[in-house]
Nanobody, 117 residues
Framework: QVQLVESGGGLVQPGGSLRVSCAVS????????IGWFRQAPGKDREGVSC????????YYADSVKGRFAISRDNVKNTVTLQMNSLKFEDTALYYC??????????WGQGTQVTVSS
C-alpha cells in the first residue's frame, strides 16, 4: 500500500524559507508523478507544483513561480518543495499526492505552513 508522509512545515516570517518533504513508501517513487497542493482555511485546494516521473518536467502555479522549487530523489523516495520568499498568503496546509497515471490517487495527511510576523 502506497503511503505519503509530509514533513518540514512550521512557522516562518514573511520573506523566509521552508523546505517541505514528501516521503513515499510501499512503492517505488519513480512509478509516480508527484504534486504538491495547499488549502488555506475557507479556500479551495490549490495545485502548487508537480514533477513528473522520469523526465523531471515541473509545473508551478503562477502564485509561487520563481519562489518555489520542486525536486525528486528516486533513490531516497522523497520529493521536496523548497519555498523561498514566503508571503502571508502562502499560509496553508500543504499536501503531496502521487499519480501513477493521470489521476492523483494517493494523498498524504499534510503539513502546516504558517507565515506570520
Amino acid at each position: 500500500q502506497v503511503q505519503l508522509v509530509e514533513s518540514g512545515g512550521g512557522l516562518v516570517q514573511p520573506g523566509g524559507s521552508l523546505r517541505v518533504s514528501c516521503a513515499v513508501s510501499g512503492s517505488s517513487l519513480d512509478d509516480y508523478a508527484i504534486g504538491w497542493f495547499r488549502q488555506a482555511p475557507g479556500k479551495d485546494r490549490e495545485g502548487v507544483s508537480c514533477i513528473n516521473r522520469r523526465d523531471k518536467y515541473t509545473y508551478y502555479a503562477d502564485s509561487v513561480k520563481g519562489r518555489f522549487a520542486i525536486s525528486r530523489d528516486n533513490v531516497k523516495n522523497t520529493v521536496t518543495l523548497q519555498m523561498n520568499s514566503l508571503k502571508f498568503e502562502d499560509t496553508a496546509l500543504y499536501y503531496c499526492a502521487a499519480a501513477p497515471t493521470n489521476t492523483y490517487e494517493y494523498w498524504g495527511q499534510g503539513t502546516q505552513v504558517t507565515v506570520s510576523s
